[in-house]
């Protein structure tokens, strides 16, 4: 059955420095994907990225950047230069290409940036 | 536009009361899901509309009642409703049943029974 773990329930820094939110997943399938997305306290979940399990190649967003490891299983994201904006409860997300739409959530990392 | 739009925004309901919360999107999405997620938790998949058709109910109370009327609307009723249910309801759309696909949510509709 497919997990996806988030070992960090809570992490806090201050404004402008780099922090990575940790994502290890478990699938069966040869084919799946994982996605990032960010929860700020208004509640609305945002689709941050998505990444197939074809695709190791890392990417960068402005200030966001993701590590996909199938080595390890793991689907890491970084902020650089974090601002207070980005303080929100973000979550790692597991779907299987045979898993009929489930979208399987981790546990979720708030994240805290202080001025 | 990447919006979904649910209705009402927070909804407070005895345990007696019929109530609806409505959830829309006009991007020609043709999934629609309904999620539940208490305070400090992830969302918990309740429900998924494939093409306006029930595909998925990860068995939920009857008191919970889906319905889909056309592509663009997807309605959660809610009857007889139990404390522990109080919950923000997440309503979400896909452009069509493939896992591939990202899913794009509403803002929620904050329910406390009382």
């Known amino acids: 059955a497919q997990k996806v773990t988030q070992a960090q329930t809570e992490i806090s820094v201050v404004e402008k420095e780099d922090v990575t939110l940790d994502c290890v997943y478990e699938?069966?399938?040869?084919?799946?994907?994982l996605f990032w997305y960010k929860q700020p306290p208004s509640g609305e979940l945002v689709f941050l990225i998505r990444?197939?399990?074809?695709?190791?190649q890392n990417e960068i967003s402005g200030r966001y950047s993701w590590n996909f490891q199938k080595s390890t299983s793991s689907f890491n994201f970084t902020i650089t230069a974090s601002q207070v904006v980005d303080s929100a409860v973000y979550f790692c997300?597991?779907?299987?290409?045979?898993?009929?739409?489930?979208?399987?959530f981790g546990q979720g990392t708030r994240l805290t940036i202080n001025p | 536009d990447t919006e979904v739009t649910q209705t009402p925004k927070h909804l407070v309901m005895g345990m007696t009361n019929k109530k609806s919360l409505k959830c829309e999107q006009h991007?020609?999405?043709?999934?629609m899901y309904w999620y539940k997620q208490k305070a400090k938790k992830p969302p918990e998949l309740m429900f998924v509309?494939?093409?306006?058709?029930?595909?998925i109910n990860e068995s939920v109370p009857s008191r919970f009642s889906p319905e889909c009327p056309n592509s663009s609307l997807l309605n959660l009723h809610l009857h007889a409703l139990q404390p522990e249910d109080s919950a923000l309801y997440l309503c979400?759309?896909?452009?069509?049943?493939?896992?591939?696909?990202?899913?794009?949510f509403g803002p929620g509709t904050r329910l406390t029974v009382t």
């Open positions: 979400a759309s896909s452009q069509g049943r493939d896992p591939s696909y990202e899913q794009y």
């Open positions: 699938t069966r399938d040869t084919t799946y994907y």
């Open positions: 990444r197939n399990s074809f695709d190791e």
């Open positions: 997300a597991l779907s299987e290409a045979g898993g009929a739409q489930k979208l399987v």
């Open positions: 991007m020609g999405h043709r999934a």
């Open positions: 509309y494939s093409y306006e058709k029930l595909s």
